[in-house]
Nanobody
Framework: QVQLVESGGGLVQAGGSLRLSCAAS????????TGWFRQAPGKEREFVGA????????NYADSVKGRFTISRDNANNMVYLQMNRLKPEDTAIYYC???????????????WGQGTQVTVSS
């Protein structure tokens, strides 16, 4: 069993930066891929990026590539999403999730956090 808690969301101006954190509980967390997803009002949940469990291989959505970076600290059961050059269209609730592969589909992830709100003003 893995429990995930996101933090670090907030209000930022366009062009600014935020770093989201995902704190995990459970001794097996390091075995899981961790993905970040986001959901804006009235829209479906969409893939942002993911990082594999041990190799650190990452995959990003085209919309965030070059602006967002995912990293993980397995020793402390933490995963981070560094978001730079934020745009108003990045406004959404951001979720971290744990799964078995670096997948872009929400259904491939087994555990989810409660989400943290990110609002980017223009």
């Amino acid at each position: 069993q893995v429990q995930l808690v996101e933090s670090g969301g907030g209000l930022v101006q366009a062009g600014g930066s935020l770093r989201l954190s995902c704190a995990a509980s459970g001794r097996t967390f390091s075995r899981y891929t961790t993905g970040w997803f986001r959901q804006a009002p009235g829209k479906e949940r969409e893939f942002v990026g993911a990082i594999s469990s041990t190799s650190g291989r990452t995959n990003y959505a085209d919309s965030v590539k070059g602006r967002f970076t995912i990293s993980r600290d397995n020793a402390n059961n933490m995963v981070y999403l560094q978001m730079n050059r934020l745009k108003p269209e990045d406004t959404a609730i951001y979720y971290c999730a744990a799964g078995q592969s670096v997948a872009e589909v929400p259904g491939e992830y087994d555990y989810w956090g409660q989400g943290t709100q990110v609002t980017v003003s223009s």
